[in-house]
């Protein structure tokens, strides 16, 4: 008798035309454009389910249930950054480093297609299963502050990189508000400049 081929129980099929999209990506999708367009809390497992084109259960295959998937968005939006990190650590001159890591910060929540950087804010986001994310996103205030104690000594260096990366993630709001985000990477990175280098002792005067 000719054995037959059966998919794992629970396991996605993409639907017709969507070949090229990893299963999981595909949920990623589809969450991330639901949360933008209702709201994390009014956005069930079903939904997203049917959006993607696949049984409910199928989306367990992937996930365990919405908070993973909402975590995995939001790590999304920091860990290129954290990635790279340690490179701009190691530089010689602290202004360029700090310059550069800013502006690769805007750019990669600009590459994020559906701004979920609004759910940073989001009590939903208090909970123990996003502890990694807040972890992370502390880290990256850390080596904010690093540099920029790096930059002028006399600041502390969580307060100033609490405010480098409120400088940063303005960019979300920019997103939400329709602003022109052509040259943004640039304008936040020269603002993250701006607020830590030494004042002139002339200007301080004043």
Request: include cysteine.
């Amino acid at each position: 008798m000719e054995s037959v081929s059966r998919a794992a129980p629970g396991r996605p099929r993409l639907r017709p035309g969507r070949a090229e999209v990893e299963p999981r990506q595909e949920i990623l999708e589809a969450a991330a454009s639901l949360f933008a367009e209702h709201g994390y809390a009014a956005t069930s497992t079903r939904q997203i389910a049917d959006r993607v084109g696949v049984k409910q259960a199928s989306l367990y295959y992937h996930f365990k249930d919405k908070e993973q998937i909402l975590l995995e968005l939001l790590t999304a939006t920091v860990k290129p950054t954290l990635d790279r990190a340690a490179e701009h650590l190691a530089r010689e001159d602290p202004r360029t480093a700090l310059h550069d890591l800013a502006s690769a910060d805007v750019e990669t929540l600009l590459a994020e297609p559906h701004n979920i950087g609004t759910m940073y804010l989001s009590p939903e986001i208090s909970g123990t299963v996003f502890a990694p994310f807040r972890a992370m996103r502390e880290e990256l205030t850390r080596i904010y502050g690093s540099l920029a104690q790096r930059v002028n000594p006399e600041l502390d260096a969580h307060f100033a990189g609490s405010c480098c990366i409120q400088l940063v993630e303005l960019v979300i709001r920019f997103r939400q508000d329709g602003e022109d985000l052509g040259d943004l990477p640039e304008r936040i990175a020269a603002a993250c400049l701006r607020l830590v280098e030494p004042q002139d002792p002339a200007t301080r005067a004043r």
